[in-house]
């Protein structure tokens, strides 16, 4: 059965330093998210990616957040400056249409 | 603003019983509901989706049902197993979003052999 899958899956990182956290979504799906959980709290949306773009972004995206479809297949959270606050579950999701939404099994970062 | 909420906070059961999950939102106008399960430290499986137009969808011992106008829905579990000891999570597909998914904080449901 197809699967989101995500690397690494587990980051450790200095404060300050650039993270680029790797997902490849399911191949025939279109929409493309990435969302986060810190621990003990709600799962929390970041953003959404449908035809190259950003279609919608949270409060918490901001400057510091890019995410990029390089080749087709990968699908990339960056954070350029990360901070202690950072430190969360990154879920990765794809899904055809509005429909449902496949979970990668997340990178857990950890800022130091 | 869509808020999703979900009571109990944690559940223990044991084994063989039926049990029910709730889950309430704010906001009526969804596009769908989704059910999903998290093991600790895990990723989110999914294990049902209701779109907005449906009363309840199965899976094996699994019933979700949704009652949109009052803004709840519920997962029903038959013949608990410990295999079953998971977080469950609600997340909703709010009317004015096509794009993101909002969750609630999660049952923590624990299974007695």
């Known amino acids: 059965e197809p699967e989101v899958t995500q690397t690494p899956s587990h980051q450790v990182t200095q404060m300050g330093q650039e993270v680029i956290l790797r997902c490849v979504p399911i191949?025939?799906?279109?929409?493309f998210y990435w969302y986060r959980q810190i621990l003990g709290q709600k799962v929390e949306f970041l953003v959404s990616?449908?035809?190259?773009?950003?279609?919608?972004k949270s409060e918490i995206f901001d400057d510091q957040f890019s995410v990029e479809r390089p080749d087709g297949s990968n699908f990339t959270l960056k954070i350029r400056s990360t901070k202690l606050e950072d430190s969360a579950m990154y879920f990765c999701?794809?899904?055809?249409?509005?429909?449902?939404?496949?979970f990668g099994p997340g990178t857990r970062l950890t800022v130091l | 603003k869509q808020e999703v909420t979900q009571i109990p906070a944690a559940l223990s059961v044991p084994e063989g019983e039926n049990l029910v999950l709730n889950c309430s939102f704010t906001?009526?106008?969804?596009?769908?509901l989704q059910w999903f399960r998290q093991d600790p430290g895990k990723g989110l499986t999914s294990l049902l989706l209701?779109?907005?137009?449906?009363r309840e969808q199965t899976s094996g011992r699994l019933n979700a049902s949704l009652d949109k106008s009052s803004g709840r829905s519920t997962l029903y579990i038959a013949a608990s197993q410990p295999g079953d000891s998971a977080t469950y999570l609600c997340?909703?597909?709010?009317?004015?979003?096509?794009?993101?998914?909002?969750f609630g904080s999660g049952t923590r449901l624990s299974i007695r052999p």
């Open positions: 999701a794809s899904t055809v249409s509005y429909n449902e939404q496949f």
């Open positions: 191949s025939n799906h279109l929409y």
């Open positions: 990616f449908y035809n190259n773009e950003i279609s919608e």
């Open positions: 906001d009526s106008a969804i596009y769908n």
């Open positions: 209701i779109q907005s137009s449906q």
């Open positions: 997340a909703v597909r709010p009317g004015s979003s096509a794009s993101k998914i909002i």
